[in-house]
């Protein structure tokens, strides 16, 4: 038993490793200077994002549409579970964290419940009601929201990440 989750263990551990060296690798091939100023966790966080937040409109986009809820019931349910994907890749493959989840999840969910009432109902509800199409009131309020929740994650979340690689920043 034990030694299959140490196994599992290992393996997630390479697989984070060959995730922030391919993030690495990518920064380095970055035009016009880019490369000085955008760290491989950055842009770590933006393919693991280009997978959640389309999960994140597929199902905000099946509650509402194809179950007709409401859309803050839409958007709600949409958030949460596109929100603990990108949780889970971030932990993993990202910052590669290994504090406790529990006080981690306690942080985390604190930066969703200020993301959540900020950017995606507040935003996205807000245009909606101004009659732009809810999906693209969605999408508009991803804007504010892929900072905050990158500076977040960063910072408070996952601040137990150790160093990105030599020369990649974090």
Do not use: K
Request: glycine share 8%; proline share 6%; with cysteine.
């Amino acid at each position: 038993m034990f030694a299959t989750r140490q196994v599992r263990a290992d393996r997630a551990a390479a697989r984070g490793e060959r995730f922030g060296a391919a993030m690495a690798a990518a920064v380095r091939m970055l035009p016009f200077g880019l490369s000085r100023v955008v760290p491989p966790r950055l842009l770590g966080f933006a393919a693991i994002s280009s997978v959640t937040f389309p999960a994140d409109l597929a199902l905000l986009t099946a509650a509402r549409s194809g179950l007709h809820w409401p859309l803050p019931a839409s958007i709600t349910v949409a958030y949460l579970l596109a929100s603990g994907l990108g949780y889970l890749l971030n932990r993993s493959l990202n910052f590669r964290s290994h504090a406790a989840v529990g006080p981690q999840l306690v942080r985390y969910l604190a930066v969703l419940l200020v993301n959540y009432v900020g950017c995606i109902l507040g935003v996205t509800t807000g245009l909606a009601a101004l009659g732009v199409n809810y999906q693209l009131a969605r999408t508009a309020a991803s804007v504010c929201e892929t900072a905050y929740t990158y500076a977040a994650m960063r910072w408070i979340v996952f601040r137990d990440a150790p160093p990105a690689q030599p020369g990649g920043g974090s």
